[in-house]
């Protein structure tokens, strides 16, 4: 069983669409969050949620709006994309904020074209 | 906020031999130690983790350094084999916090 999942895989589209990426986990986890990977691989929060809050919200541009409509869930929804979104994004989740392992998904590999 | 450095941002060893990578945080209160192994493709993955109550954590040929007055801990892998070529990833954070990542490094082990 794949503990954390998300789709699609890859995802190419043109700049100016909108687009949401799926996560899911089935850890049982309270928490989870949004990591988006550029080319030179620096991993960079944007967004956690805890038993369905937003507690971190980094310096990310509001066409980024995650949504979380439970526990096991925390989709990420793009608006107006632009090239400088091209980039890896993970969702990962953990049992608290902090404290435990992060368990990451397989990746989305977004292009904007 | 806390500021986790991470150094080499590459590393070349032959088989068979050591790598050490490093890194140092800023923030005193963090106390938990996670390191990353993130294959080509694939998300990273937990390889060790170490707490602040202790100085050391071994796990086969993987090991974990902490020091916390000198705020820097390092991975030790011995007896490298291809299959260990990834990159490497520590992160330092505390309870109720946010995770704070290194920058990376990309190891490769020469056959």
């Known amino acids: 069983d794949t503990a954390v999942s998300q789709t699609p895989k890859y995802l190419v589209t043109q700049m100016g669409n909108d687009k949401s990426i799926k996560c899911e986990q089935n850890?049982?986890?309270?928490?989870m969050y949004w990591y988006k990977q550029d080319s030179k691989k620096f991993l960079k929060i944007m967004f956690s949620?805890?038993?369905?809050?937003?507690?971190i919200n980094e310096t990310v541009p509001n066409r980024f709006s995650p949504k979380s409509p439970d526990k096991a869930h925390l989709n990420l929804h793009i608006n107006s994309l632009e090239l400088g979104d091209s980039a890896v994004y993970f969702c990962?989740?953990?049992?608290?904020?902090?404290?435990?392992?992060?368990?990451f998904g397989p990746g989305t590999r977004l292009t904007v074209l | 906020g806390e500021n986790v450095e991470q150094h080499p941002s590459t590393l070349s060893v032959q088989e068979g031999d050591s790598a050490v990578i490093k890194c140092t945080y800023s923030?005193?209160?963090?106390?938990?130690f996670p390191w990353y192994k993130q294959e080509l493709g694939k998300g990273p993955q937990l390889i060790i983790d170490?707490?602040?109550?202790?100085g050391e954590k071994k796990d086969q040929r993987i090991a974990v350094t902490l020091n916390k007055t000198a705020k820097h801990f390092s991975l030790h892998i011995t007896e490298t084999q291809p299959e260990d070529s990834a990159v490497y990833f520590c992160?330092?954070?505390?309870?109720?916090?946010?995770?704070?990542f290194g920058t990376g490094t990309s190891l490769t082990v020469i056959p």
């Open positions: 170490i707490r602040s109550n202790v």
């Open positions: 850890l049982g986890h309270d928490t």
């Open positions: 923030d005193s209160a963090s106390n938990y």
């Open positions: 990962a989740s953990s049992q608290d904020p902090g404290g435990s392992t992060q368990y």
């Open positions: 992160a330092a954070s505390h309870t109720g916090n946010q995770f704070y």
């Open positions: 949620y805890n038993n369905k809050e937003l507690i």
